[in-house]
């Protein structure tokens, strides 16, 4: 064999350990870990510009948090409750949060830029951020799910109906704000489940955890 | 009626009383912050408001969000004074409480405005603990690690809660702190701490999404006495750095010339193919001029038969007078050479008359100098320009005498013709071509024709030397020089030099003489004017062959001296060119050829 031709060889063969064992589930958790953490600080600032300029009435029409479209959820409410909950069905649920909202944040993402407030192009920047961070840790979750080798993808299916967040530049701020606090909490959600996984997973380091 | 009447005032009353004894409702309450250590439990704290005077009791409402229950504080004591404690079953994590507080007295209650919770965006741990620091020996250098533990209600362990830690560090007598970021580990080694210096640390925590928890309990830490490496390190490279700039200042002194040719490049002198700049500072401009003289040039030959020259004149309307110093010099060492690239009119190939001034004025030493003047097209109108111009850049050396410039005669009228010329102090035994022209017979009036004054010390401008200018040139030693003919453009007419004669007078004749021989015939034509006659007044009158009308429209008295050429304008036909003739020179009689050309050969004037 020629030098190329065993170069070439190697390679394809290490590729193929690469995709067989793949990446290991720790540091695939690690970086979801990651990933889930950065939505929730980027949702947590978002909500924070959002507040330097809300006006006062729109706090009194604020709907109730229970109004948000993944409320129907059944998700463990503290620690006991979540550290009982079986690892697929902890990712399962992140999952299904996380797809719950990727239609949601499209939605914000195409309202940002109209948005009546003072702080839109920050708002409309970290919107397209969050929008990112999404698609890239579905897909890593994804990865964990094919990693983790469960029999049944059982998510739930959080629908979202509206495709618009109101009539007039109140209203619609109000809705933006509303939306964005509910996406804040399920970020979080999906964080802590996450980081419970990853530690779940970690045992050869426990001084991560 | 009378029932609620009587309440009224009753309480009306009472109030009226309660105000005079000094008791009143109680003030408004006000939660101040809830916070849950480890994302399990969680606290409330209040803070009172008046109590009005009288024993006042508070109690903490809380609802969530999804349910309408209003429930009391579990627990009022755990946490301490004016708080509520929520355990664990109490607790609910992502889900919103609504908390009140009502204070109560005998008087009234008072409830305070409510407050929003969820659980877990209200985390700030407890300190870390058992954070100590130790001193560790390094070959580098002793250093510090610090260690701590995760505060113990903080269950990190199964990922329910992530913290990440901070530590500071500062002496005593230090104002600000030196913060470290541990991240999630529990260690940490500082470095560059100073040796024999006490050292306080301090470590904190923080959740992943959370407040920071309070510092812990000072740390202390003495560093031990040694001394730090570095500071040798920095002598190293100081004596080194020294060692290099000693070296680079000799060398630089070594190689000063070099380093100065480098820096500051001499001025380039001037290049002149043997100038010799030592003999120019010495002072003795002969000599150096000397160098610059080319031996046997021009061609003095005694090939008269050979030689045509011609006298070109030229009458174009446009006559430019470039009379710039500069260009002159310039000129004049470009035209040493007499290299001329041009079409033939006017060079000095062919021999057509050139005048040529030259910077540098020359004694008369070597007998083969031809100095040039070179003057421009025909415009005297520009000599107002070179009027005004200082002395002649070239005049001063040549003052001597030895050059003269020859106003180029030219037909067409001009503004303001001013002649000018250099005329230093002319040595008797230099003819200028009018003076020879003088002696031509009168043979024809020419129709008009331009008056030189004789013996003008004013000067006029020489325009640059361009090959298609007309020239004048005289020769210092009788020689024939080479005739350079005006070469300007059609306009131009020409006078054929023929011979010279002894008394180096110019035979000029016209071109377009039909006794002329056969070969300048072609020339005759509208360029060529025909020397019809000179006067007695040494005025050369041309005129052209065609026209026989133009006669004697001009006539200017040659002792006027007046300085200005007048040209009249001639009637069309006409392009009459005149040659001033300087005046100064016996009067011979020129050979007028046939055709009516002069032969300025003749005329040459001999030394």
Redesign the interface.
């Known amino acids: 064999m020629t030098q190329g031709s065993r170069l070439y060889f190697a390679v394809t063969l290490m590729c193929a350990f690469v995709s067989i064992h793949g990446v290991g589930l720790n540091d695939l958790l690690e970086r979801a870990s990651q990933l889930s953490d950065k939505l929730h600080s980027i949702s947590t600032s978002l909500t924070n510009d959002l507040d330097s300029h809300f006006p006062p009435v729109g706090r009194v029409m604020m709907p109730r948090p229970s109004m948000c479209h993944t409320s129907s959820l059944q998700i463990p409410n503290d620690k006991d409750q979540a550290l009982k909950v079986p690892e697929d069905e902890l990712l399962s649920l992140a999952r299904s949060l996380l797809l719950a909202w990727s239609d949601p944040l499209a939605l914000l993402s195409a309202e940002a830029s109209s948005l009546a407030h003072p702080e839109r192009n920050t708002i409309n920047s970290k919107t397209k951020e969050l929008q990112d961070n999404i698609d890239s840790l579905g897909a890593g979750l994804e990865h964990v799910f094919n990693k983790m080798g469960s029999s049944s993808d059982n998510l739930s299916s959080l629908p979202f109906s509206s495709n618009s967040l109101g009539q007039d530049k109140t209203s619609r701020l109000v809705n933006f704000h509303f939306l964005l606090s509910c996406f804040r909490r399920d970020s979080h959600k999906i964080d802590s489940f996450l980081k419970v996984l990853r530690c779940r997973a970690a045992k050869k380091r426990p001084e991560m955890c | 009626m009378r029932n609620s009447g009587a309440v009224l005032i009753l309480t009306f009353i009472a109030k009226l009383i309660s105000q005079a004894a000094g008791v009143s409702p109680p003030g408004k309450p006000r939660l101040t912050s809830c916070r849950s250590p480890e ?2 439990t969680f606290t409330c704290w209040w803070e009172p408001g008046d109590d009005g005077g009288l024993p006042t009791t508070y109690a903490l409402y809380y609802r969530l ?2 349910s309408e229950t209003v429930y009391e504080c579990p627990d009022y004591r755990t946490a301490g004074e004016n708080s509520c404690f929520f355990n ?1 079953n109490d ?6 409480y609504n908390i009140t507080v009502v204070a109560t007295n005998a008087l009234g209650k008072n409830i305070s405005d409510p407050v929003e919770v ?1 659980v ?2 209200i985390v700030q741990p407890n300190t870390p603990e058992n954070v100590t620091a130790v001193v560790v020996h390094d070959d580098q250098g002793p250093f510090v690690r610090v260690s701590w533990e995760k505060p113990r209600t903080a ?6 809660i ?1 913290l990440l830690y901070q530590l500071r560090v500062k002496q005593e007598k230090d104002k600000e702190w030196e913060e470290y970021d541990a991240g ?3 260690y940490y080694n500082v470095f560059s701490l100073h040796p024999d210096k006490e050292y306080m640390v301090q470590v904190r925590c923080k959740p ?2 959370g407040f920071w928890s309070k510092w812990t309990q000072t740390t202390y830490v003495k560093m031990p006495n040694y001394i730090p490496r570095e500071r040798s390190l920095w002598i190293m490279i100081t004596i080194f750095s020294v060692f290099i700039v000693l070296i680079l200042t000799w060398t630089l002194n070594v190689k000063r010339k070099s380093v100065k040719l480098c820096l500051l490049p001499p001025v380039p002198g001037p290049k002149i193919k043997g100038f010799d700049k030592q003999l120019l500072k010495s002072g003795k401009s002969e000599e150096v001029f000397n160098s610059l003289v080319i031996k046997g040039f021009p061609p003095t030959t005694d090939y008269v038969d050979l030689m045509v020259e011609y006298l070109e004149v030229y009458d174009n309307e446009e006559q430019e007078l470039v009379l710039d110093g500069k260009d002159l010099s310039e000129d004049c060492m470009k035209s040493k050479s007499l290299s001329d690239s041009d079409s033939g009119r006017g060079s000095c190939d062919s021999r057509t008359l050139l005048l040529e001034k030259c910077m540098e004025g020359r004694e008369g030493s070597g007998s083969d100098r031809h100095q040039y003047s070179q003057h421009g097209e025909t415009s005297w109108a520009s000599s107002e320009s070179s009027e005004s111009q200082g002395p002649e850049p070239g005049s001063p050396e040549s003052t001597d005498g030895r050059v003269k410039t020859w106003p180029v005669v030219f037909s067409s009228p001009q503004p303001q013709p001013h002649h000018h010329y250099q005329n230093g102090a002319v040595k008797p035994a230099y003819h200028s071509v009018p003076e020879i022209l003088s002696h031509l017979s009168p043979l024809a009036t020419p129709s008009n024709y331009h008056q030189l004054p004789p013996q003008q010390e004013g000067r006029f401008s020489k325009p640059a030397c361009r090959h298609s200018q007309s020239y004048n040139q005289f020769n210092l030693d009788g020689v024939n020089p080479p005739v350079p003919g005006v070469s300007q453009s059609h306009s131009l007419e020409y006078v054929e030099v023929q011979t010279v004669d002894p008394q180096n007078m110019l035979l000029l004749r016209p071109l377009s003489d039909p006794n002329r021989e056969p070969e300048g015939s072609d020339y005759a034509g509208e360029d060529y004017s025909r020397v019809k006659e000179v006067t007695s007044n040494n005025i050369l009158l041309l005129q052209r062959e065609m026209s026989h009308q133009c006669m004697n429209d001009y006539n200017q008295d040659l002792d006027s001296q007046a300085d200005q050429c007048t040209t009249q304008q001639p009637p069309h036909p006409c392009k009459p060119a005149i040659h001033q003739l300087n005046s100064g020179m016996p009067q011979e009689v020129m050979r007028v050829m046939g055709n009516g050309y002069v032969d300025s050969t003749v005329l040459m004037p001999t030394y």
């Open positions: 994302k399990e969000e999804n664990k607790t609910s994590l992502w889900v919103n969820d877990v965006y269950d990190t362990r199964s990922g329910w992530t999630m580990q529990k992943d999404h």
